[in-house]
């Protein structure tokens, strides 16, 4: 099927023309008409498929088919926004902001990006231009609207994009405040990678009869993208990683840990072996950030190491290698970080480090994504037994576990308080 037959008008075909996008993907193929009856959508489809447009060209046909409602003389002061995104990290919310912007070049419809890190001032006179369509994260939201800047009470539209992460318990609370702040007659659009049973019961509270999409399985990868494990002793994952990296010669190579510290001292360890590396992480401005992910685009540093709070939101062109350093506590990150590989159909690469303490780790993946994940052992690297701390005798594995859950929470308030703004 082409564009043309999806519904769009000829003003948003000319944009999908001068993009050069040639047919719509598969989520687009089923959202967009669904999308543009005015109904609510629960869609799950992988990173990369161009969820941004599936969600965002039947958005913005919306804005430019559908006039403005008055303004009321009871709505609160601010900017009245007719369209609202909520993101869960600042990259995401700056990519998405990047791709209205694309969208909306020789239309009149104007976006505005609002979220922790950068000038609030810049951003409430931009707010101050009346957009009629706000991409945000929670965080920075709520402070924008106990500011007065921004007027919620007249959208129309709200989209969810990554909804599993923003419906965790990390975002649920910022996200009830929100809700409460707009009209109950809206049309809500959910698009994530992943959904779990927890939070599509919480979507359907917030949505009127949704209509669900599926266009893969959700929990699943893509077929594009090669996946191996490597086990190896913690102390020699660094090792490991540098060897990985220069024998087989990777020019660009994205790098997952668990901590911030982690990154940082994995930075180092990389730089003594001669390999231009950079971290991007939660404690970082967002300028230095984005200089990280430049200079990363740019070819300047070969390793760009992230924790999670960068696995959504960064979009990476032919990105061919994906590493975990570290395995998640969460086996549905492993889904998100491997999806910045093997995107529109692009061959990729996602290798994992895996030390004896993170078996627990992996097991939890393979249970998600219902499938065994291939080991191999690299001559010269291969993990010592003698050397494995007595708590991974088998007795002493389900302490382990409660250690690492409590490691989990305290990594996951940890998160609230970085990612909500």
Not at 200 to 219: C, D, F, S
Not at 282 to 310: E, H, M, P
Not at 318 to 332: I, K, R, T
């Amino acid at each position: 099927m082409a564009f043309s037959g999806l519904g769009l008008q000829a003003d948003i075909l000319s944009v999908v023309d001068r993009l050069g996008f040639s047919e719509p993907t598969p989520v687009q193929q089923l959202a967009i008409p669904v999308a543009l009856k005015g109904q609510d959508v629960l869609a799950a489809a992988q990173t990369g498929t161009g969820k941004t447009a599936a969600f965002g060209l039947p958005l913005i046909q919306h804005l430019l088919t559908k006039p403005a409602p008055e303004r009321s003389q009871e709505s609160r002061q601010g900017a009245p926004i007719r369209a609202l995104i909520l993101t869960p990290t600042r990259e995401l919310a700056q990519q998405v902001q990047d791709n209205l912007t694309t969208y909306c070049a020789s239309l009149p419809v104007t976006s505005v990006a609002v979220y922790g890190g950068t000038s609030i001032n810049l951003q409430t006179k931009a707010l101050r231009a009346f957009p009629e369509i706000v991409v945000a994260t929670p965080g920075r939201l709520l402070d924008h609207a106990h500011m007065g800047n921004v007027d919620l009470s007249q959208v129309e539209y709200l989209v969810f994009d990554e909804a599993d992460r923003m419906l965790d318990m990390g975002f649920q609370v910022e996200i009830q405040r929100i809700l409460r702040r707009l009209k109950a007659s809206r049309q809500t659009l959910l698009f994530s990678a992943t959904f779990s049973q927890a939070v599509k019961a919480l979507a359907y509270k917030m949505m009127h009869e949704p209509e669900v999409i599926e266009v893969t399985p959700a929990n699943t990868t893509a077929e594009t993208v090669k996946q191996i494990v490597y086990p190896v002793d913690k102390h020699r994952k660094a090792e490991l990683l540098a060897y990985l990296i220069g024998s087989r010669n990777w020019q660009q190579v994205l790098v997952f840990t668990k901590t911030k510290q982690g990154s940082d001292a994995l930075v180092k360890e990389l730089k003594l072996d001669g390999i231009q590396a950079v971290s991007i992480h939660g404690d970082k401005s967002q300028g230095a950030r984005q200089r990280a992910l430049d200079d990363f685009k740019a070819g300047k540093v070969r390793a760009l190491i992230a924790t999670d709070v960068a696995a959504r939101g960064l979009d990476i062109e032919q990105l061919s290698q994906v590493v975990n350093f570290d395995l998640p506590y969460q086996a549905e990150d492993y889904v998100h970080r491997i999806g910045r590989t093997g995107r529109a159909g692009s061959e990729g690469l996602a290798v994992s480090l895996m030390s004896l303490d993170e078996e627990w780790a992996l097991k939890a993946i393979e249970t998600l994504l219902d499938t065994r994940l291939p080991q191999e052992w690299l001559a010269g690297y291969e993990p010592d037994p003698a050397i494995a701390p007595p708590e991974h005798a088998p007795k002493g594995r389900s302490a382990d576990k409660r250690r690492m859950k409590k490691q989990m929470k305290i990594h996951q308030g940890r998160g609230k308080r970085t990612q909500r703004r």
